[in-house]
């Protein structure tokens, strides 16, 4: 009897996989594509045990060793800065050198280059973004990096979006990855096609970022009872663009597979935040492509990288916390990102 069940459950099974498929061959994607899919954010739901997504993190992690030059652990650039916002590319620019980079470029306005340059002596400050000449003034040093982070501190000015919109258009054409945040955001909302399909982008948005990207892409409300399919069916929309959303839980996503980061911060939500976030992702998805997906064990390199900043801001943040209560700002966390990553990547 109970063999004559099975046999009957197994048919009645194999019947309706092949009703999916031939309703999907017509009407949708193919199956296999749907059980992927639904794989991945059901595996975005239950990470509990991150560990071995950030042994993923730490295979990317190039070994230190006095045998490399200068330059060969990252040359990062950050554009933006104007005489209202100096401190979000100083934070950006800052955490790439904190994660591990080399050298770390800003290229700011004029107005607002000597104050960066007061801020650190160990940052190149370039006061040409305000130039006529602005878009080949940045595009002469776009072959010497190896990511471009665009956005911290930028501002609406029509001008300077103007300009930015050409440096993306030119890092896209030599190939050279771009995080994009804050006012670079903007820019994407009100001309998504500046990365539709570059999948060496990454955004990252916050909620009122996700939210407007979201209206501006696929021309409809966010659906907040599923973040995960949300980000989703943004990344997918964009042509696999890489989006991380950033909130309680951060949530990243290829258009094919989704991770969520839910690594312990703290509630402190001082700004500068996700400039750190944006600085040492650009250093991440640099030794992330380096190494390469048999280093991701399938996973995007790109999205491993995501999720190792996600982690690693997430730490500075508690660490920070910690020692200063309510009055942390991205300053002290800034002070965690040596400590954040030998606790996260390197114990």
Known sequence: MATRAAAGAAVTGAAVVALLSAGFALYGPPLDAVLERAFWLNKAHSIKDMETTFQLVRNIIPPLTTKKHKGQDGRIGVVGGCQEYTGAPYFAAISALK????????????????????????????????????????????????????????????????????????????????????????????????????????????????????????????????????????????????????????????????????????????????????????????????????????FSPLLVAAFGACSLTRQCSRQAFQKHGRSTTTTDMIAEVGPAFTSLFET
């Open 99 to 298: 994660v591990g980079a080399d050298l770390s470029h800003v290229f700011c306005t004029r107005e607002a280059a000597p104050v960066i340059k007061s801020y650190s002596p160990e940052l190149i400050v370039h006061p040409v973004l305000d130039s006529p000449n602005a878009v080949q003034d940045v595009g002469k040093w776009l072959p010497r990096l190896h990511a471009l982070v665009v956005g911290p501190g930028l501002g609406r000015d029509h001008v300077l979006l103007s300009t930015v919109k050409g440096i993306l258009e030119v890092s896209r054409a030599r190939d050279v990855p771009v995080i994009i945040d804050a006012d670079g955001l903007w820019l994407i909302a009100q001309q998504p096609a500046l990365i539709q399909g570059y999948q060496k982008a990454v955004l990252t948005p916050n909620h009122m970022e996700f939210s407007r990207l979201s209206e501006a892409v696929l021309g409809d409300p966010v659906d907040s009872s599923d973040p995960q399919e949300a980000v989703l069916r943004l990344s997918q929309a964009l042509g696999n663009v890489t989006v991380v959303r950033k909130g309680e839980r951060d949530v990243i996503s290829d258009g094919k597979q989704v991770l969520e980061c839910s690594q312990e911060g703290s509630s402190r939500r001082c700004g500068g935040q996700g400039d750190l976030l944006s600085g040492s992702l650009g250093v991440l998805v640099h030794w992330a492509l380096l190494a390469g997906p048999e280093k991701t064990n399938g």
